[in-house]
């Protein structure tokens, strides 16, 4: 049997918030430098996490989705491919690919588990040469984004696992997100990528869940 990885994207393969940074390189009208100070802000960030806690709704990514409201999928998936040579490449965390590269040699089955949107995942998937990718799902009429999403896996990467069969514990999991914590409970072997603005949740949920174990890798 082989090996089953699971990696995380944004953060993790690469120091990026992929979602937000395709958004930005994109062209938008004045109206979209205000929303992003906007929800940037102590405001925004607050009303933006009383919606996720109340409604599960991350009202910041929603608006910032629409944005992409009449582009066609194969637009995207250009716009996505530019992307990733001219933005995400540069930003590589070349430890975690190191790993990546060295599970691939020993015929591991690498699936990546992000809430990026789907077309940057599909391409992430190709170009890291994964086995297979789940991402947030957008909604498609007659082959273009209505700016809305289809199934959103932000917060819900376990769930979106289990239903496409993967069995737990897998024997790794890669991961900078400390909603993972569930995924690294139920893996074999850890590996933490961690940034100061997290350390010190990181801290408590590792001595929390006791993972000593785990090989801890530190970005600025």
Request: charged share 30%; net charge positive; glycine share 6%.
């Amino acid at each position: 049997m082989s090996r089953v990885v699971l990696i995380d994207i944004d953060g993790t393969l690469f120091n990026s918030n992929s979602t937000f940074d395709f958004l930005d390189s994109l062209p938008h009208g004045k109206w979209y430098g205000f929303y992003r100070k906007v929800g940037a802000s102590i405001f925004g960030r607050i009303v933006n996490k009383l919606a996720i806690i109340l409604f599960s709704k991350d009202i910041i990514r929603m608006i910032g989705i629409n944005c992409l409201k009449g582009y066609s999928q194969k637009k995207l998936l250009t716009l996505g491919e530019e992307f990733y040579d001219n933005f995400l490449l540069q930003r590589k965390n070349s430890e975690v690919f190191n790993m990546l590269d060295e599970e691939k040699k020993n015929d591991s089955k690498i699936i990546l588990a992000s809430a990026t949107l789907d077309f940057l995942s599909e391409i992430i998937k190709k170009r890291v040469m994964a086995d297979y990718a789940i991402a947030t799902e957008l909604k498609y009429k007659n082959g273009c984004c209505v700016g809305k999403i289809l199934k959103d896996r932000l917060g819900r990467k376990m769930d979106a696992l289990v239903e496409t069969g993967i069995s737990f514990p897998v024997d790794m999991t890669i991961t900078d997100n400390v909603t993972d914590a569930r995924l690294l409970l139920d893996s074999l072997s850890r590996v933490i990528v961690i940034y100061p603005r997290e350390a010190n949740k990181w801290a408590r949920i590792i001595k929390k869940y006791n993972f000593k174990d785990a090989k801890l890798l530190h970005y600025e």
